[in-house]
């Protein structure tokens, strides 16, 4: 079986940072893009309105989709913030019974649970954020089909967490860009239909993002199987979940889950207050590729480093080295907010160009957009530094302060000044993405103030004896 990377627990703390985070942002950053390209795709070939509806109607579709399978996510947390301690103990046998009963449990809870509920349930939640008659035509069948047959890509996030944590951040590198070569060529083919393939429109964007992620899954399984990684099968193969490591993994990822389901809620929600709105469509169009495409270039960075940031405190604490943790994590703070400033940069003096890429010519759209990109500006450097502190949080097990800190932002804050002007009949687009603005450094305050305090350092990380 493969050793541990000793790397991530001794020498430069800065190249520790580094070697785990620039594979696992590359890897966030190309599994965005097959979302751009499907939003260009979409936005080029569907002829007329019917082009930001279809838009739209993905934007609308994934946030909602976000919001009900995100609380999944609470085994994800559970299981990164376990393996990257027990890594750093060295422990195989631990990493490879988390990993394998978080596997069976999620695709048992996907197939069962998810599914049914999600392809009943997808009206009743396009009619909550108010979606227009004319998105919803492209946003039902979206919304099921990821429902329906989004098991492979759940298993790829699970495999990539634990690959990631356990400090091997190369193979979900390798495994995204042959998921999105896969998505690129699935989209083109049946989004634009040449030849003999249909054109299926925003349909065969869901398809693709079903369909891509399987030979990725297939490889990780093998890799864990034969034992190339440092991850392998589990002692005793059992299709009973184990409910001694479920507990553990629970404890800490459900505030992590619930923290999620906070941050989706709000932006669902904030879509709904955005469907309110004079010429509603295009002000939907506009938040869902600005924020939700062009916005994702500096969020997937932050979730990037995220998650390298917690894997090393995770991995230091493991070994007793906390201070070195800490470091660590300022250090992916500092990262994360130059990238965010690059990015915002482009924001501020190229909106209209950036939005041309997505085939907007309509000028309701352009404006509504501009507008959102030069808030973005300022945004994207809160949330890049903000993500990377709430990593370290969690990779030291406290996940309950970034759910509290969640609620506080998103609901408190965000829906509640947005609640406020819509009351007087003074909602507007500047006033939402003004919200936006200030919500996000609100949330970079209250996460900065409670990782400096330290108290995490006394948080203890073990997983329960078998049920």
């Not at 979409?42 to 309105?49: P, T």
């Not at 603005?437 to 006394?458: D, P, Q």
């Amino acid at each position: 079986m493969v050793s541990f990377d000793n790397d991530i627990v001794s020498g430069n703390v800065v190249r520790s940072v580094v070697k785990l985070a620039w594979p696992i942002i590359i890897t966030q950053l190309i599994a965005g893009i097959h979302g751009i390209i499907d939003h260009i795709l979409v936005g080029n070939y569907v002829l007329g309105k019917e082009g930001f509806y279809a838009q739209a109607a993905i934007g609308v579709s994934w946030q909602l989709f976000l919001v009900i399978v995100v609380f999944l996510s609470s085994l994800f947390h559970g299981m990164n913030i376990l393996v990257a301690r027990y890594s750093g103990r060295q422990d195989h046998d631990a990493v490879n019974r988390i990993t394998y009963e978080v596997l069976i449990t999620s695709g048992y809870l996907i197939l069962f649970v998810v599914a049914p509920l999600g392809y009943l349930l997808s009206p009743i939640l396009l009619d909550l954020v108010n979606t227009q008659p004319e998105v919803q035509a492209h946003a039902l069948p979206y919304i099921r089909i990821l429902f329906t047959a989004s098991l492979p890509l759940f298993l790829m996030f699970i495999l990539n967490g634990a690959f990631q944590s356990s400090g091997n951040p190369k193979i979900p590198l390798y495994l995204g860009i042959l998921t999105t070569i896969l998505n690129v060529i699935v989209s083109i083919l049946l989004i634009t239909g040449p030849g003999p393939f249909p054109e299926l429109g925003a349909v065969g964007a869901a398809i693709g993002t079903c369909v891509a992620p399987v030979p990725a899954v297939v490889i990780g399984l093998w890799l864990i199987h034969t034992r190339r990684v440092v991850i392998g099968p589990p002692k005793r193969l059992s299709i009973k979940p184990d409910f001694g490591v479920l507990k553990s993994v629970a404890s800490l990822g459900l505030p992590a889950g619930i923290q999620a389901v906070l941050l989706n809620i709000g932006g669902a929600a904030l879509v709904g207050y955005i469907g309110s709105l004079e010429a509603s469509a295009q002000a939907q169009a506009a938040y869902v590729i600005c924020y939700g495409q062009l916005f994702s270039l500096v969020t997937w960075t932050g979730f990037g480093l995220r998650a390298a940031c917690a894997t090393v405190m995770g991995q230091n604490m493991g070994a007793g080295k906390n201070a070195r943790g800490k470091r660590a994590v300022y250090v992916g703070a500092v990262l994360g907010f130059l990238w965010a400033a690059a990015f915002g940069l482009v924001f501020w003096t190229i909106p209209d160009t950036l939005l041309g890429l997505f085939g907007i010519d309509d000028v309701i759209v352009l404006g509504f957009g501009s507008d959102l990109l030069r808030f973005l500006t300022f945004s994207g450097m809160f949330v890049a530094v903000t993500l990377a502190f709430t990593g370290g949080l969690q990779g030291a097990g406290d996940t309950r302060k970034p759910m509290y800190i969640a609620f506080v932002t998103q609901i408190v804050v965000l829906l509640g000044i947005c609640t406020v002007y819509q009351s007087m009949g003074r909602l507007t687009t500047s006033v939402i993405w003004t919200a936006i603005l200030v919500s996000h450094m609100t949330r970079f305050v209250l996460t900065y103030i409670m990782f400096a305090r330290g108290k995490w350092e006394n948080i203890r990380v073990e997983i329960g004896q078998k049920a």
